[in-house]
C-alpha cells in the first residue's frame, strides 16, 4: 500500500522524467499519462493567445481558462502550474495590471518554468515551489484559481480544496480540469503505481468530487464540461485478463476529464 508521501513521490519522479525529456518527445495532447492519448482532449492550445510551445508539455486534460473568467487585474493562481503553459495563457488575461503564480511540487517543473519566463521577458509571473495541501501563499491572497488535470494526484484531496478556499480572496472563484470516475474501476487498476501517476488510480468518483468541493464552503458549483477519456486496450491488458477487461468495459463505469467552477463566497467565513 502506497503511502501519501510515497505517492507524491512517484509523481516527482514522473513529472521530472516528463521536464528532461521534454526537448526530444513530441508527443499528443492528454491527459497526464504518455500510456494514453485522446484527440477529443486536444482543444487547440497553440491557437490561444499567450501560448509557448516550449511550456506545453501536453499533460492536461481541458483548457480551464476557457471558463475561468479572468479579468484584467485579477491576480490568478495555476494550481500545479508545470512548465507554465496555462500560466501564461492567463497572462495574455490577466495584461499588465495584473498577476500569475504558479505553483508546482516538482523543483525541475518550477527551472523549466522560470527559465521559460526568463525568455518570454514577463515580470508578474512568479513560479513558487510548493504543494497544494500546503500552498505557499496567504489568505485572500488571489481572485481566481486554475488547474489542469492536477487535483487527481493530490492524495487529501479535502485538504487541497479547503487551501485553494483559504487563499481565494471572498467572491473569487476557481474553474479546474480534473480527472473523474463515473463507477468505479476494477481493483487491479487502483494498485498499480503507474496509473496512479497517469491521472487514473487517483480519480474519485464525480459526486464525491463535487460533495468535497462544496464541503471545503465553495458556492455555485456547476460543470462546464465533461468529456470521456478512452483507455486504450493495450493499456488495460497490461492489468487485466481478458474477462476482466470486457466486464469493464460493458459496466458502464467510465474515466471522465471534468471541468468545474465553484465560488468562494463574498461573506461569511474566509
Given at each position: 500500500m502506497q503511502t501519501a508521501e510515497s505517492l507524491k513521490n512517484l509523481v516527482k519522479e514522473k513529472y521530472a522524467q516528463l521536464v528532461q525529456r521534454s526537448s526530444q518527445c513530441c508527443c499528443s495532447s492528454s491527459c497526464c499519462s504518455d500510456e494514453y492519448t485522446d484527440d477529443?482532449?486536444?482543444?487547440?492550445y497553440s491557437q490561444l493567445e499567450g501560448y509557448y510551445a516550449e511550456a506545453d508539455l501536453h499533460l492536461g486534460c481541458g483548457i480551464p481558462t476557457h471558463y475561468a473568467q479572468i479579468r484584467?487585474?485579477?491576480?490568478?493562481?495555476?494550481?500545479?502550474?508545470g512548465a507554465g503553459n496555462d500560466v501564461f495563457v492567463a497572462r495574455s488575461l490577466v495584461g499588465d495590471q495584473g498577476?500569475?503564480?504558479?505553483?508546482?511540487?516538482?523543483?525541475?517543473?518550477?527551472?523549466?518554468?522560470?527559465?521559460?519566463?526568463r525568455k518570454l521577458g514577463y515580470h508578474n509571473v512568479e513560479f513558487r515551489l510548493g504543494e497544494i495541501e500546503a500552498l505557499p501563499l496567504e489568505e485572500n491572497e488571489v481572485d481566481v484559481v486554475i488547474s489542469n488535470c492536477v487535483l487527481n494526484l493530490v492524495p487529501d484531496k479535502s485538504k487541497a480544496f479547503e487551501e485553494l478556499f483559504r487563499?481565494?480572496?471572498p467572491g473569487g472563484h476557481f474553474c479546474i480540469s480534473d480527472i473523474v470516475l463515473h463507477g468505479d474501476l476494477p481493483e487491479k487498476l487502483k494498485t498499480p503505481v503507474e496509473m496512479y501517476a497517469g491521472c487514473v488510480a487517483g480519480a474519485i468518483l464525480q459526486e464525491e468530487y463535487l460533495y468535497v468541493i462544496r464541503q471545503a464552503g465553495f458556492v455555485e458549483v456547476e460543470v462546464k464540461q465533461e468529456k470521456q477519456v478512452t483507455l486504450p486496450d493495450a493499456l488495460l491488458q497490461k492489468y487485466l485478463s481478458a474477462d476482466e477487461l470486457k466486464a469493464y468495459r460493458s459496466s458502464g463505469?467510465?474515466?471522465v476529464s471534468l471541468m468545474v467552477f465553484g465560488q468562494k463566497p463574498a461573506t461569511g467565513r474566509s
Open positions: 477529443t482532449l486536444s482543444e487547440g484584467a487585474g485579477d491576480v490568478v493562481l495555476d494550481l500545479g502550474s498577476k500569475v503564480i504558479g505553483v508546482d511540487m516538482t523543483e525541475e517543473m518550477i527551472v523549466k518554468a522560470r527559465q521559460n519566463q487563499v481565494l480572496k463505469s467510465a474515466v
